[in-house]
């Protein structure tokens, strides 16, 4: 007879047996899943947009490094809560990439304002600056008070004896605060993977300056070659009929010429994209500039003849000679009147001077900061129906059209346009054109020249790029003779507002020259959730009261339900 005694025990016994075996199971799957979470690796990014996940490009660019690249990111300290968020999204991100790149990514978040020091601080600014890593002035309003304080939000990536500098904030013209960081934070995996591509690229592409037809002297196009040739090797090449010119460039950028091209630079130009070369056109189909107006208050706009035409119109655009006005414009300081004997001036908008706030989704202009443009003209698309042809940069719907020539007056600034009279829409200043490009020389040069094998003549040409731009002067920097020192490309003298053409100009230059395909997360979406505040303001009590009283109450619920549910358990008749 089996006593209770007994009974208890070969329970207790039972029970034990099967802790210890589902010990042991739990054991065995911990061990599987370390086993197999070291050879099978993933991750799972339950955003909407995705925003945690790395692209295809960035994937591939982390793991295949071979150097350690130490990042240094200035951009820490007492912070607004934007801020914080920017500097928290690039912890994120860096974390992210580590887990592809493994110790090949270290660093670091510095504050730059931290030393006691001054002189020591404001050496340390100035080597920022000289850098590449823009200031930011950040204004803090405290209780009856209102400070200033200098902030660096950028990183400066290091790899053995080269630097690369990294930009976090992107300003964008108009743009609230919110808007702007999470702009910026959008584009952090664009800029830093972009970064690690330049500084580890061993032999970087050839970028020419294309010389001999009166294009920008070099000290107007000093910005940007300097911020080029920390990513690429930048020269100027005149092609003067010489069939090799142009070997071991990649991108070649023609900048405002003013004279005419002769056929056999032509030929050479033409053979260079059939070989898949890329070429940034930046033509001034009409002659017009500021410079003019400064003895007169008036002036002459004319045909500007450079012999593109034909070949521009073979690869599928036509730059038109017309000139544009748009009421979305940059102001220009003009003479409104006099006090005393003297001159007082206001700024007022030059139509002339269209303002392009980007529209396309293209990742070479997504988010971009708006683009200042001089005396442009507008762009048509034809022909080469096998070429792809995407308008980066347009106008604003209100917009004018004069064909040359044109008789140019700072009187327009001195009365209220006629709105009915800017109705030519929206019109295309910067085209992008990819394809196989057909030679401009089919059937136009002797057979001793299309047969020849040094000249290795080719009618159809390999895939290719070209961006065509109606305006030189959107690459050009202002200069100061008396320091012989180049303004920032983009940078407006008078109104202190720097502009989007040196961002611009360098994603074009990134999408024409690099084939990685790290610009296309320039498209990434990342959705800006913000609290409606007048929502907020209005159900502030409301809300308060859920917030203080709902947990309580839901403790004090699951506390009623459970006692009632253990009281009908153990009261229960058996």
């Known amino acids: 007879m089996v006593t209770m005694d007994t009974r208890v025990i070969n329970k207790k016994s039972g029970m034990r047996n099967r802790n210890l075996t589902w010990l042991a199971l739990v054991f065995v799957i911990i061990v599987l ?24 490009a960035s994937r591939s660019l982390l793991k295949n490094l071979k150097d350690v690249l130490f990042i240094k990111i200035y951009l820490h300290g007492e912070f607004p809560p934007g801020f914080i968020r920017l500097e928290k999204a690039t912890r994120e991100l860096l974390d992210e990439m580590r887990v592809y790149a493994g110790e090949n990514i270290q660093y670091e978040f510095i504050d730059p304002s931290a030393s006691d020091d001054v002189q020591q601080r404001n050496e340390l600014y100035r080597q920022l600056a000289r850098k590449g890593i823009v200031p930011t002035n950040l204004r803090e309003t405290g209780t009856g008070s209102t400070s200033e304080k200098i902030i660096f939000p950028g990183a400066l990536i290091v790899s053995g004896s080269r630097e ?19 702009n910026s934070i959008l584009n952090l995996e664009y800029e830093f993977s972009n970064a690690f591509r330049k ?135 003009v003479v409104t009147g006099n006090i005393g004997n003297k ?63 044109v008789r140019i007056t700072l009187e327009l600034m001195r009365s209220e346009p006629d709105i009915k009279s800017y109705n030519h829409k929206e019109q295309i200043l910067a085209l992008l054109l990819e394809g196989n490009f057909q ?78 395909g790290l610009i296309s997360i320039r498209s990434k979406e990342l959705k800006l959730r913000i609290f409606d505040k007048a929502k907020l303001a209005s159900g502030k009590r409301m809300w308060q009261i859920i917030c203080t009283a709902g947990p309580l109450l839901l403790v004090i619920a699951f506390g009623i339900i459970k006692y009632y549910l253990r009281r009908k358990k153990f009261l229960s008749p058996s």
């Open 164 to 182: 690369q500098p990294v930009q976090l904030l992107k300003d964008h013209l108009g743009a609230s605060p919110e808007a702007m960081l999470n």
């Open 199 to 333: 500084i580890t690229t061993p032999m970087p592409e050839s970028i020419g300056f294309v010389q001999g037809h009166g294009e920008l002297e070099q000290k107007y196009v000093a910005d940007i070659m300097e911020s080029l040739a920390g990513s690429y090797v930048v020269s100027p090449v005149t092609i003067n009929s010489r069939l090799k010119a142009l070997n071991g460039f990649k991108t070649v950028i023609i900048a405002k010429p003013d004279s005419a091209f002769d056929e056999k630079d032509k030929f050479i130009l033409d053979q260079f994209i059939m070989k898949g070369g890329r070429v940034l056109w930046l033509i001034d189909q009409v002659k017009a500039e500021m410079d003019s107006l400064a003895s007169a208050n008036e002036a002459l706009a004319v045909s500007n003849n450079l012999n593109l035409d034909d070949m521009l119109f073979r690869y599928g655009a036509r730059i038109n000679y017309n000139l544009v006005q748009d009421l979305m414009a940059a102001p220009v300081p």
């Open 343 to 405: 001159p007082q001036q206001s700024l007022l908008p030059w139509y002339y001077f269209p303002v392009v706030i980007p529209a396309s989704v293209h990742p070479v202009v997504k988010n971009l900061n708006a683009v200042r443009f001089q005396f442009v003209s507008t762009i048509d698309t034809v022909g080469a129906p096998s070429i792809r042809k995407t308008a980066l940069l347009t106008t604003s719907p209100y917009t004018r059209v004069l064909n040359a020539p």
């Open 439 to 516: 030679s401009l020389f089919t059937n136009r040069i002797p057979p001793e020249i299309e047969e020849s094998d040094e000249i290795g003549f080719s009618e159809n040409g390999k895939p290719s790029r070209m961006v065509v731009i109606s305006d030189g002067d959107v690459i050009r920097n202002d200069y100061r003779k008396s320091t012989a020192q180049a303004f920032p490309l983009g940078f407006d003298r008078y109104t202190g507002e720097t502009y989007g053409n040196k961002n611009f100009l360098l994603n074009v230059i990134d999408y024409l020259s690099d084939d990685s």
């Open 33 to 56: 899943v370390n086993f197999i979470s070291s050879h099978l690796f993933f991750r799972l990014d339950l955003t909407s947009e995705k925003r945690y996940t790395l692209s295809a």
